[in-house]
């Protein structure tokens, strides 16, 4: 496997796991907005995005606080 190959792989793999992870979670933006993440997106200017239900948009996920149970 070459060292591209590599890299893209491990980005894919890390995708993955945080779409695993993110994914029908309950958060907060530091706007106020509150819901349950939806989607996520690979970004090339901003990195990962995340789309709430019931809200219209992408957020990046520094916009994002985690609710505590």
Not at 18 to 32: I, M, Q, R, W, Y
């Amino acid at each position: 496997m070459s060292t591209a190959e590599l890299f893209a792989s491990t980005i894919l793999s890390a995708f993955g796991q945080a779409e695993a992870e993110l994914v029908g979670k309950s958060v907060v933006l530091t706007d106020g907005k509150a819901g349950t993440v939806e989607n996520i997106w690979l970004d090339e200017f901003h990195g990962l995005r995340l789309s709430i239900k019931d809200h219209v948009g992408k957020w990046p996920v520094s916009a994002v606080k985690f609710v505590q149970k």
